[in-house]
């Protein structure tokens, strides 16, 4: 998904120039324009959402440890009352 979004971007950068160089009409500026916000957004979501990922599964993985911890320390304490 972020490779499509980069190429997206790239594109619409490319819509841009191509645009300007060529003195397209107003509608061709607007429309590649819009191309190149649409695909930044993408690129921008597709990172948050990333990022988001990554922080649930570091919570994942605390909350798995700190139960493997409980396992332990009530084991070690069973171990000590026998």
Known sequence: MFVWCGVLFFLGILAFVDS???MGEVFRKVNSVLFMLISLGLLIRT???IKT???ENYQKRIF???RQVKALEDHNKQ???F
Do not use: G, P
Request: aromatic fraction near 6%.
């Open 79 to 81: 171990m000590a009352d």
């Open 20 to 22: 300007i160089f060529n």
């Open 47 to 49: 990172t948050t959402k």
């Open 64 to 66: 798995n440890l700190e």
């Open 53 to 55: 990922r990554k922080m």
